[in-house]
T-cell receptor, first 115, second 110 residues
C-alpha cells in the first residue's frame, strides 16, 4: 500500500511564476490536508479537503493560494505569482476519515524555492 | 485557540543517555496527542500517539503519557542512539487539523 505521494519533491520558481504541487493520498483515504513548514519553524495548517470540497481553508493566505481535490486525480496546491516568502516545504497528509482518533499520514513533502 | 509548547532546542546528548523532550498543550475538549519525527530532508513520520487521558503511546523505545491534569505529553527514551538524531514535533488534533509545536532538534553524538 503506497503512502502519500507528493510531487515534485523539489521545485524552483522565479518570482512571479506559478507553482503547482500535487498530492495523491493513501489508498482508501478521502481526506487531504496541506501544511506549510517555513525554514526553522514548525508546520502550520493550511487547508483541509475532501473529494470536490474544501472543508476548512482557514490557514490559507487570502491571496495567490488555492487548493483543490477533484473527483479524479490528485489534490493540487497552487501558488500564483510566487514571492521569496513562499519558499518552504509543503506537506500533504491524508486520513481515512476526520481526524480525531484517526491517524493522518504525511507525504515526504515538496520543497519550493523561489529565486 | 489550540496551542502546543515544546521544550526549546537544540538538545545534544551522548549515545545511551536518557532523553526527555517536554511538551504541554492548550486545547478545548479532549484532543488526541502525537509525537512526529522528521529526519533531514524528509517528511514527518508518526512516532507515537495517545487518544485519551492516561494513555501511554510507545514505539521504538520512545514513550509518552497523556497527562490531562498537567496538560502534558512529554517524550522519553531511556537510551538514545545516534540514529535518533532528528527533529521531534509534538502535536494535538482537534476537529480537522493538527496543531504542531515548533519542534526540538535532537543530536546524539557517539
Amino acid at each position: 500500500n503506497a503512502g502519500v505521494m507528493q510531487n515534485p519533491r523539489h521545485l524552483v520558481r522565479r518570482r512571479g511564476q506559478e507553482a503547482r504541487l500535487r498530492c495523491s493520498p493513501m489508498k482508501g483515504h478521502s481526506h487531504v490536508y496541506w501544511y506549510r513548514q517555513l525554514p526553522e519553524e514548525g508546520l502550520k495548517f493550511m487547508v483541509y479537503l475532501q473529494k470536490e470540497n474544501i472543508i476548512d481553508e482557514s490557514g490559507m493566505p487570502k491571496e495567490r493560494f488555492s487548493a483543490e481535490f477533484p473527483k479524479e486525480g490528485p489534490s493540487i496546491l497552487r501558488i500564483q505569482q510566487v514571492v521569496r516568502g513562499d519558499s518552504a516545504a509543503y506537506f500533504c497528509a491524508s486520513s481515512p476519515g476526520l481526524m480525531g482518533g484517526n491517524t493522518i499520514y504525511f507525504g515526504e513533502g515538496s520543497w519550493l524555492t523561489v529565486v | 485557540g489550540d496551542s502546543v509548547t515544546q521544550m526549546e532546542g537544540p538538545v545534544t546528548l551522548s549515545e545511551e543517555a536518557f532523553l526527555t523532550i517536554n511538551c504541554t498543550y492548550t486545547a478545548t475538549g479532549y484532543p488526541s496527542l502525537f509525537w512526529y519525527v522528521q529526519y533531514p530532508g524528509e517528511g514527518l513520520q508518526l512516532l507515537l500517539k495517545a487518544t485519551k487521558a492516561d494513555d501511554k503511546g510507545s514505539n521504538k523505545g520512545f514513550e509518552a503519557t497523556y497527562r490531562k491534569e498537567t496538560t502534558s505529553f512529554h517524550l522519553e527514551k531511556g537510551s538514545v542512539q545516534v540514529s535518533d538524531s532528528a527533529v521531534y514535533f509534538c502535536a494535538l488534533s482537534s476537529g480537522s487539523r493538527l496543531t504542531f509545536g515548533e519542534g526540538t532538534q535532537l543530536t546524539v553524538n557517539p
